[in-house]
């Protein structure tokens, strides 16, 4: 029953989602979030979204001396072919790049559809600090494989809506209908039905919205907002999908609270990392205080500007001999790259892992 009612209280939510385009048509100014790694974590697999290059030399993929990948532009779409065994006795397998997953910053992995609508993730990624393709992450390279299903928690945090179709036995199938892609203005404000109703041409201008403001709810709903893909995997309460922006997530997903003195992973729980700085103990802020999601922020210095307005560049240790140089660095130095050990990829036979930022503000030796 519970299932049931989750899954009509969700086609409601949806169906009252009026999309970016509607949103942007009276808030032109936020249409810098287009640029954004939020809006751009999913997309259709384009000749534009696809990071990885086809061309003749750089579109193959060699894992074992029998086993190869090649990233093919047809004529008909995109695809992946793997090949096992030496000439003439080989297998492969071929499938179409459908969704294209991350925004490239750090890299992305890609999706495909097979005739049972269900969503598998594809054996070959691309990772942007080595400019190349590369063994997605949770494939080995020693066996011909794309059979990795895509779950509804993973697109949960890397898309605005997908309908699972539960009663078909597996995790992995989908209506192909109606799926938003990205994180979508929706996601972190709520549907926008009621709210363009409210503000059509001629009408008064109530005080009540229709529409969610992250920046007005209570820091602890901030954060739920926040931490429903920055907390960490956690287990599913309900249906993905039903969590809305100002509900309590604790009712929706349960999060593993780590212990004060865990050690966490750069990736993963940026969240529970900044709740133990000592500037997230002693005051009121969020992650809004230093992340303007409307845009796309990529200079550590403007970062460092955000703690400026709480700290003094003198009360720095380094300030005595180096000046006020050290005006921009803040970020760098409080929370500094790390690389990550629960993300990894294969290139050339090494092992590549990424490098995060660690969201636990205190000073590093």
Known sequence: MRLQFGLSLLLIVFANYIGDDKCLSCHEK????LTTAHHLTSQ?????????SFAAGKNILRTQRELLYRMEARNDGFFQTGVLGTPPDTISISERFDLVIGSGRKGQTYLYWNKDDQLFQLPVSYWTEVASWVNSPGYGDRSLD??????????????????????????????????VLGISCERCH???ARHVELNAPGA????????????????????????????GVGV??????????????????????PKESEPLDVHGNQIALLERSKCFKSSAMTCSTCHDTHQRQRDAAQFSDKCL????????????????????????????????????STHDGARILPKVRNHWIKIYR
């Open 44 to 52: 259709p697999a384009t000749a534009t979204s696809i990071a990885g």
């Open 236 to 257: 599913a309460k309900v249906r993905a999908f039903s969590f809305n922006a100002g509900d309590a997530l604790e009712d929706f997903l349960k999060l593993e609270i």
């Open 146 to 179: 794309f059979g990795r299903p895509v779950v509804p928690r993973c697109l949960e945090c890397h898309a605005s809506y997908f309908e699972a179709v539960n009663d078909a036995g597996v995790a992995n199938r989908y209506r192909r209908t109606d799926y």
């Open 204 to 231: 008064p201008k109530p005080a009540d919205q229709g529409i969610v403001n992250p920046a007005k709810l209570p820091r602890d709903r901030q954060l739920a907002l926040c931490s429903l893909c920055h907390g």
């Open 190 to 192: 709520g549907p926008g």
């Open 30 to 33: 936020q249409r810098t979030y």
């Open 309 to 344: 307005q709480c700290h003094k560049v003198e009360s720095c240790g380094l300030f005595p001999k180096r000046g006020r140089a050290i005006a921009g660095k803040c970020v760098d130095c409080h929370l500094p790259n790390q690389t990550s050990n629960v993300i990894f």
